[in-house]
């Protein structure tokens, strides 16, 4: 810590530097191997990022894949003060540590192409985050990326799902989220067609299930639909044809479902013409009658869109909402907790709430 502290990089960047140190194969570091990879970092590398880059990178590579991030992280759960619970429950390592790589790729890799660049990684606050770490012994506080409540309420959703427990979903496990809030449809698209997209072949998906890893992913983005990353998940589930537009085909598609199911609970739904004039004066699209990307990414409005077409209880909340309540989302840009933190939050004393209750049970 004080050799880094001396060169200027965070604490959390030892393990990484010991490493390209060479002691991932000797399991120690002289000085001179040390002072010979910083001296080389300090002349090809001249700011964090590509320093950071250089330390974990595969040699030759200048991209970061899921894998590299791995010992660092290791490191974090072996030694950071707010995770020294975690050394009684080594199998929650592993699965700590492959939520925080998912939620690292999901914000900072804005091409998804599975491999972060330099450019990406500078565009990004993960070193910033990474540094905080060394300031902050509540890992909580910390709740992008790293906060272990966050990653015990996606994990306790997966393993509510995973009824045989072995760390995949089918189609009718992932149908039982939420009381039954996603569609059929949508199920299928997010099993079938999204996890390659996700994984980029890192992950063997199994006979049509989805791995956690990837519903990391899916969980972050079905609760937090105003986030960059789930505005481009979403189209992606809904633009069946790859054609980057939303066409007036595949809005009807999607609608139909959403129409059995209020037809089933004796709720008569908008006929789809009267929905796609509501949705086309939402969106407010540039070319008109198609959808695109950039359209939903405009309006700020997307999580309305998307939750009418594959979310039946969040559309139907949307609809008793007071208009005005809605033009003050539109316009309210603060730096409020987003929705993924807030179900976090919620979710997170909701658990605790029960466990305590399961153990004044057994107790009495």
Not at 240 to 258: I, K, N, T
């Amino acid at each position: 810590g004080l050799l880094l502290q001396v060169c200027g990089c965070p604490l959390y960047w030892k393990a990484p530097m010991f490493n390209a140190s060479g002691g991932e194969r000797t399991g120690c570091v002289s000085a001179h191997s040390f002072v010979s990879v910083w001296i080389k970092i300090l002349r090809n590398c001249h700011d964090d990022a590509s320093r950071f880059m250089y330390l974990l990178a595969k040699p030759g590579c200048d991209y970061l894949q899921q894998e590299d991030f791995i010992p660092l992280l290791q490191d974090v759960v072996e030694t950071h003060p707010g995770l020294t619970f975690l050394k009684d429950a080594p199998e929650f390592h592993s699965r700590y540590i492959t939520t925080v790589i998912r939620r690292i790729f999901y914000t900072v890799n804005r091409s998804w192409s599975g491999r972060i660049t330099l450019t990406e990684l500078r565009k990004s606050n993960f070193l910033q985050t990474l540094a905080l770490l060394e300031e902050e012994d509540d890992i909580n506080q910390i709740t992008d990326y790293f906060s272990y409540e966050h990653f015990y309420v996606i994990y306790c959703k997966f393993w509510e799902l995973d009824t045989d427990h072995d760390l995949y979903i089918s189609q009718n496990d992932l149908a039982r989220y939420s009381d039954q809030a996603f569609r059929s449809l949508m199920i299928w698209v997010c099993l079938i067609l999204f996890p390659p997209v996700t994984s980029r072949g890192n992950e063997v998906q199994k006979d049509g299930r989805m791995s956690y890893a990837d519903f990391v992913w899916l969980l972050i983005s079905e609760e937090d639909k105003r986030s960059t990353t789930s505005i481009e998940y979403w189209f992606r589930c809904m633009d069946l044809d790859g054609d980057g537009v939303l066409s007036m085909y595949e809005l009807e598609y999607f609608y139909e479902e959403q129409c059995e199911r209020m037809e089933v609970m004796g709720i008569e739904p908008l006929p789809f013409h009267d929905l796609l004039c509501q949705m086309l004066d939402l969106v407010k699209p540039e070319r008109e009658g198609k959808v695109t990307l950039r359209d939903l990414k405009k309006c700020k409005m997307a999580h309305v869109f998307y939750n009418t077409f594959f979310n039946l209880e969040k559309y139907l909340d949307n609809e008793q909402r007071d208009p005005f309540a809605v033009q003050k989302d539109i316009e309210n840009d603060g730096p409020e907790p987003s929705d993924w933190d807030r179900y976090a939050a919620e979710e997170y004393e909701i658990l605790v709430a029960e466990e305590s209750g399961n153990e004044q049970l057994q107790e009495g």
